[in-house]
Each structure stands twice: as structure tokens, then as C-alpha cells.
């Protein structure tokens, strides 16, 4: 019996190449200001049209600023990004969400928010964290500038097919522990190439009990295990979700799709590439120490004190960067920066999530916290829900969207030296901004440290 993988990808097959890969047909391609403009040149260095442009969606966010968007942005590189995209869909008739309209965001973000990420889908964009859509039952993931003019010009990609694992959590998390959580465990304990060459469904009691901002937060961090992608397969929370939404089929429509999409599950005699099953009971609240997603620890727990005998001097040199040493516990380091957003933890349910915590309370004096949602639609919630009163009265305000402190490509940089709790998806030297040092967390966990001002177990503050 095929996986769900396999039912999607051979659904989407227009021709196998013998001894090669697999020519893909895609449902949906998004673009951003960072990979496209060489796609776009190629494009029209060969005089060629989009093949279908009603397929194709652009959002700048990256480089977009989350103060003064209504002012011309200062950055000289950033202005030519963005504004290129603007110039780009214009020409080639594409649909763009521009920076301040009601639509713009984080592509990761918006994508799901509008109803254009649907069950079944294969979608792209030049941007490794797509597979974030995966939470939507569809195969989603990150290509680069070359396959997203391939993709511009034939609706279609050539692609190996990767082999398929399936990872099942069983069980019931634990008081405080977040989808990031689960997601920070998997990397400790499958390292960032763990999953290398695979593509994988997430499944168990934990996944089917997961909001639909979980499972895309969960979805969001596969490729920092070295998945191609991960995905999650629709169900009831996934059809609650949609619908309504701008882009979700409606009337009879509806009813035909959700019959569809109820047909889009792996069968019990599926036979994965690999299995893996962990217990729900064994994730605590986690945080990083290091300089990749994978080197990290729950947060009453001690630094991993490593033998040297293998030779493999990047732990050390990971702990050398971050100030720390092997057996330390970071429970009560100071904290300079906490950072909430990212199309990692960027949704309402983040938000809500340090709301909850930071309700009632001030933020630490000598901490500078950057609170971004992760699209203009998430900031209208926040602001019905009344949350920004909340967040204000704690000393916190909210900026506006787009990718922010998750990577330095716009003003919001940590400063050298400077240890950044971050809800984020990657910890790299130099991620946050050059010499900054990065711990992940969930928004739970940032929202403790950004009232303590230091690392704190999300737990004893709830």
C-alpha cells in the first residue's frame, strides 16, 4: 500500500526520466525578493512568459522593515529587492501582496492564512523553510533560483524522489511543552542530517492533537533535521482551519474537496523507508546551546559534556562561540534580546502563547524584546483579541510584519556578543546578525526569559 507521499508525488508525475529524475507538476509556486529576481532575468533573457501565472504568488518579506513601511526603505539593497519583485510581477502579470497591504506578510505565513496552501498540493518557492506548508497535507519544499525559473517557465520541476520516513509521537505533552518543543527534541535527537534524503510524515496521538499553528511550526523545522520536507496528513483540524478562508473552494466545491482530501492518508499496511517513535512523556520544554537547530537540550538540563576521541571539534567550537561550557545548566544566564515571530512562531497562537505569560507582569528592564507578527491579517487578531493592551501594559510593543531578527537581511540585527532568545528556526554564527549568539525557543520560553531576563522554565511562570 502506497504512503501518502507516494499518492501526492505519483498524482503529480508528467514523466519519469529513465535512470533520472522525476518531471513534477506544481500547484503552487510563491516568490520572495531574495531568490527570484535571477529567475525572473533568466526569463526574460529567453523571452519567455510565465506558463500559468495564476499559480504563481509574490511576497516580499525578507528585507521588508518592521517600522516606517510606509516609508521608503532606508537599506539601498533591501529597496532594490523589494522594489524588483514589485517590478517583476508587474511585468510578468503576477499576483503581488506588496509591503503594507492587507495581504502582505511572511509567505509561510500567508500562504496558509489565504487558502492557497490545500491538501494534496505540491507547492515551491526559493526558500528552505516551504516546508511549512507541509502542514497542510501537502508536499511542500525549498528549491533554488534555477528551479523556480523552471517552475516560472513549465509549471514543473525536475526532482529526485526521496525516500520516506515516518516519525510517530504517542502520547500527551507535558504542562508548558510546545510544538518547537517536539521539533527542537526530533533535531537533538535525529542532528540536522538525520533526515537527510527523506521526506517525512509526522504521525501519533501528539501530531493528531496539535492546533493547526503546531503542526506548521512542526512542519516549518523538518528541513533543519535534513529533511526534504514533512508534512502531516489532513483531518479535521485541517478542514476547520481552511475553511471560509479567501482561497478555500466554496459551496459544493467545499464538500467534493473535503471528500478528496479525506482519501489523502498513508494506508495501515504502508510501508515506510524508516520509523521512528518517540513518547511524548520524555520532551520538556527545550532551548538550544549551540550553533546548529540540532544541539540542544531540555531546559533543566546540562550541557552535554562530549568525549574528544572522535576528533570532531565542532561542539567545542559551537561552545567557544556561544560562552559556554559543557556541563553548565543555562537556567539563569542573562538574556540582552528576545525575539518573537518568524514564519516558525509568527502566528496568533504565538502570540497568545506570551501573552499568557507575560499577562500581569513587566518586562525585564535590560531586555530589548522584538514582538513581529508574522502577517498584517495575524496583527488585526492580536489587536481583536485585545492582546496588544495586554502586551503593552507588560511593557512590549508590537512591530510590523515580516521576517525580522530570524535572519540578518534587514535592520533588526542583534548586536555582536549580544545572547538573543529567539523563537526562530536557525541558531548559525552570524543568523541573527554578525557575533550575535542565538538560543531557540519556544514562545513560551522566550516570553519567561523576556520578564526574568534570563533563562527560565516557561513552567513555574504559568
Known amino acids: 500500500m502506497n504512503t501518502l507521499f507516494d499518492k501526492i508525488w505519483d498524482k503529480h508525475v508528467v514523466q519519469q526520466v529513465e535512470d533520472g529524475p522525476t518531471q513534477l507538476y506544481i500547484d503552487r509556486l510563491y516568490c520572495h525578493e531574495v531568490t527570484s529576481p535571477q529567475a525572473f532575468e533568466g526569463m526574460r533573457a529567453r523571452g519567455l512568459?510565465?506558463?500559468?501565472?495564476?499559480?504563481?504568488?509574490?511576497?516580499?518579506?525578507?528585507?521588508?522593515?518592521?517600522?516606517?513601511?510606509?516609508?521608503?526603505?532606508?537599506?539601498?539593497?533591501?529597496?532594490?529587492?523589494?522594489?524588483?519583485?514589485?517590478k517583476n510581477a508587474s511585468d510578468f502579470g503576477l499576483t503581488h501582496y506588496g509591503m503594507f497591504s492587507k495581504d502582505n506578510g511572511i509567505i509561510h505565513v500567508v500562504g496558509p492564512e489565504k487558502g492557497l496552501s490545500l491538501p494534496g498540493m505540491t507547492i515551491v518557492c526559493g526558500d528552505s523553510h516551504t516546508s511549512t506548508h507541509g502542514a497542510m497535507g501537502a508536499v511542500a519544499f525549498g528549491i533554488g533560483t534555477s528551479e523556480v525559473e523552471m517552475v516560472m517557465a513549465s509549471q514543473c520541476i525536475l526532482q529526485q524522489k526521496p525516500k520516506s520516513m515516518r516519525i510517530s509521537i504517542n502520547g500527551k505533552l507535558g504542562k508548558g511543552v510546545t510544538a518547537k518543543d517536539v521539533a527542537l527534541?526530533?533535531?537533538?535527537?535525529?542532528?540536522?542530517?538525520?533526515?537527510?534524503?527523506?521526506?517525512?510524515?509526522?504521525?501519533?496521538?501528539?501530531?493528531?492533537?496539535?492546533?493547526?499553528?503546531?503542526?506548521?511550526?512542526?512542519?516549518?523545522?523538518?528541513?533543519?533535521?535534513?529533511?526534504?520536507?514533512?508534512?502531516?496528513?489532513?483531518?479535521?483540524?485541517?478542514?476547520?482551519?481552511?475553511?471560509?478562508?479567501?482561497?478555500?473552494?466554496?459551496?459544493?466545491?467545499?464538500?467534493?474537496?473535503?471528500?478528496?482530501?479525506?482519501?489523502?492518508?498513508?494506508?495501515?499496511d504502508a510501508v515506510f523507508d524508516k520509523e521512528l517513535i518517540f513518547n511524548?512523556?520524555?520532551?520538556?520544554?527545550?532551548?538550544?546551546?549551540?550553533t546548529n537547530p540540532g544541539m540542544g537540550i531540555g531546559i533543566t538540563e546540562a550541557i552535554p559534556v562530549r568525549?574528544?576521541?572522535?576528533?570532531?571539534?565542532?561542539?567545542?567550537?559551537?561552545?567557544?562561540?556561544?560562552?559556554?561550557?559543557?556541563?553548565?545548566?543555562?537556567?539563569?544566564?542573562?538574556?540582552?534580546?528576545?525575539?518573537?515571530?518568524?514564519?516558525?512562531?509568527?502566528?496568533i497562537e504565538d502570540f497568545r502563547a506570551f501573552a499568557s505569560i507575560v499577562k500581569g507582569k513587566k518586562k525585564a528592564p535590560d531586555v530589548v524584546a522584538w514582538l513581529v507578527p508574522?502577517?498584517?491579517?495575524?496583527?488585526?487578531?492580536?489587536?481583536?483579541?485585545?492582546?496588544?493592551?495586554?502586551?503593552?501594559?507588560?511593557?512590549?510593543?508590537?512591530?510590523?510584519?515580516?521576517?525580522?531578527?530570524?535572519l540578518a537581511m534587514n535592520d533588526d540585527k542583534i548586536p555582536s556578543g549580544k545572547l538573543s532568545v529567539s523563537t526562530s528556526n536557525r541558531n548559525f554564527e552570524g543568523r541573527q546578525g554578525p557575533g550575535a549568539r542565538t538560543i531557540l525557543a519556544s514562545p513560551l520560553t522566550a516570553a519567561a526569559a523576556a520578564v526574568t531576563g534570563e533563562i527560565t522554565d516557561p513552567r513555574e511562570l504559568m
Open 307 to 347: 568525549s574528544q576521541e572522535s576528533g570532531d571539534r565542532s561542539q567545542e567550537k559551537a561552545l567557544d562561540y556561544m560562552g559556554f561550557q559543557p556541563g553548565q545548566k543555562l537556567l539563569g544566564t542573562k538574556v540582552d534580546y528576545v525575539f518573537l515571530g518568524a514564519c516558525t512562531n509568527g502566528r
Open 49 to 86: 512568459k510565465c506558463f500559468r501565472p495564476e499559480k504563481i504568488y509574490c511576497m516580499p518579506d525578507h528585507n521588508t522593515p518592521t517600522h516606517d513601511q510606509d516609508k521608503p526603505i532606508e537599506d539601498p539593497v533591501s529597496k532594490k529587492q523589494v522594489d524588483m519583485l514589485a
Open 374 to 406: 508574522g502577517s498584517w491579517a495575524v496583527d488585526r487578531q492580536i489587536r481583536e483579541e485585545g492582546l496588544d493592551k495586554v502586551l503593552a501594559d507588560a511593557g512590549f510593543e508590537i512591530r510590523q510584519p515580516g521576517c525580522s531578527a530570524c
Open 185 to 268: 527534541y526530533l533535531m537533538a535527537k535525529l542532528t540536522t542530517s538525520g533526515a537527510t534524503g527523506y521526506f517525512v510524515e509526522y504521525a501519533g496521538d501528539v501530531i493528531k492533537a496539535l492546533s493547526m499553528e503546531g503542526r506548521l511550526t512542526l512542519c516549518n523545522l523538518s528541513i533543519e533535521m535534513g529533511a526534504r520536507g514533512g508534512f502531516i496528513a489532513p483531518d479535521e483540524t485541517t478542514f476547520e482551519y481552511i475553511k471560509g478562508r479567501e482561497f478555500a473552494p466554496k459551496g459544493e466545491e467545499w464538500e467534493k474537496a473535503v471528500n478528496n482530501w479525506r482519501t489523502l492518508k498513508s494506508g495501515d
Open 280 to 290: 511524548a512523556e520524555d520532551i520538556e520544554p527545550r532551548i538550544t546551546y549551540g
